[in-house]
Nanobody, 127 residues
Framework: QVRLAESGGGLVQPGGSLTLSCEAS????????MGWYRQAPGQQRELVAV????????????NYADSVKGRFTISRDNAKNTTTLQMNSLQPADTAVYYC????????????????WGRGTQVTVSS
């Protein structure tokens, strides 16, 4: 019913930049939140950045992991159901698989919100 498609990963040198994009498609009634997580080898998946627009819980705005504040910027296009993560000053510690995530309400909007995940895109920061 709902699909999240990521793009934009790759290999970049330390100090470089990459832009990740994610598009949500399908029977979407409303998106409460949309953002990015990452998982490095042997590590747990962690939140990178998220844009909240949850009317029911009155949650709005953006949140970032402390490790990326000042370097990464998340944005969202509500009309296109897309989110973009601009990553600057990348460091080897940023190397991970980046997953797009969305909490959204499907169909006619009568049910609870559900979590959806993309398949992930690899970001490697190395010289």
């Amino acid at each position: 019913q709902v699909r999240l498609a990521e793009s934009g990963g790759g290999l970049v040198q330390p100090g470089g930049s990459l832009t990740l994009s994610c598009e949500a498609s399908g029977r979407i009634y409303r998106i409460n939140k949309m953002g990015w997580y990452r998982q490095a080898p042997g590590q747990q998946r962690e939140l990178v950045a998220v844009v909240n627009s949850d009317r029911r819980r009155n949650l709005y705005g953006t949140n970032y992991a402390d490790s990326v504040k000042g370097r990464f910027t998340i944005s969202r296009d509500n009309a296109k159901n897309t989110t973009t993560l601009q990553m600057n000053s990348l460091q080897p510690a940023d190397t991970a698989v980046y997953y797009c995530h969305s909490e959204l309400i499907v169909g006619m909007g009568w049910g609870p919100p559900y979590d959806f995940w993309g398949r992930g895109t690899q970001v490697t920061v190395s010289s």
